[in-house]
């Protein structure tokens, strides 16, 4: 599964909020896009959306930003990553409209595929932004990286 620029992008401005909720002025688009090396008007559309969303409340004008609207210990990442992706059809046959696959009737791919969709996301509802949060500790352009280590049936 692989998600959206926008929830990836999404996800991003969260985490960045969060670290730095305790601070008396509120994150501004220019910081998160600068940190990030993000286009600013692309983060605008972004950031428009999550405060539509009830994620990020903003303030305009000088002085202003955005600031989420929970603590991040209560915004789980399943919840966010629901809201933002548009489209959780990992084959052709998830979508009933337009479903054209002639083996349908006899596969049992869709079931497998779609209990590791859920899967996915019961594994994100776990974990929280506060869980996840950006650390400004690290170096600035140091990747954090995450080992994915395939498992294999023993039969």
């Not at 692989?2 to 220019?30: F, S």
């Not at 999550?50 to 399943?78: D, N, Q």
Request: aromatic content about 6%; glycine content about 6%; charged content about 20%.
């Amino acid at each position: 599964m692989r998600l959206t620029q926008w929830t990836d992008y999404a996800l991003r401005v969260l985490m960045y909020c969060a670290e730095h909720q305790q601070r008396a002025r509120p994150v501004t688009i220019t910081e998160i896009a600068e940190s990030h090396s993000i286009s600013r008007s692309h983060l605008t559309k972004i950031v428009h959306d999550l405060a539509v969303r009830g994620w990020i409340e903003t303030t305009r004008g000088r002085g202003g930003g955005m600031r989420l609207v929970k603590p991040a210990s209560e915004i789980s990442l399943g919840a966010v990553v629901r809201d933002t992706e548009t489209d959780f059809n990992m084959v052709e046959c998830f979508d009933r409209a337009n479903n054209q696959c002639r083996v349908v009737q006899h596969c049992t791919l869709r079931n497998v595929l779609f209990r590791a969709t859920q899967n996915f996301l019961t594994e994100l509802d776990g974990v929280s932004l506060a869980d996840v949060r950006a650390h400004t500790n690290q170096p600035t352009g140091t990747p954090s990286v995450v080992r994915i280590v395939p498992t294999r049936s023993s039969s």
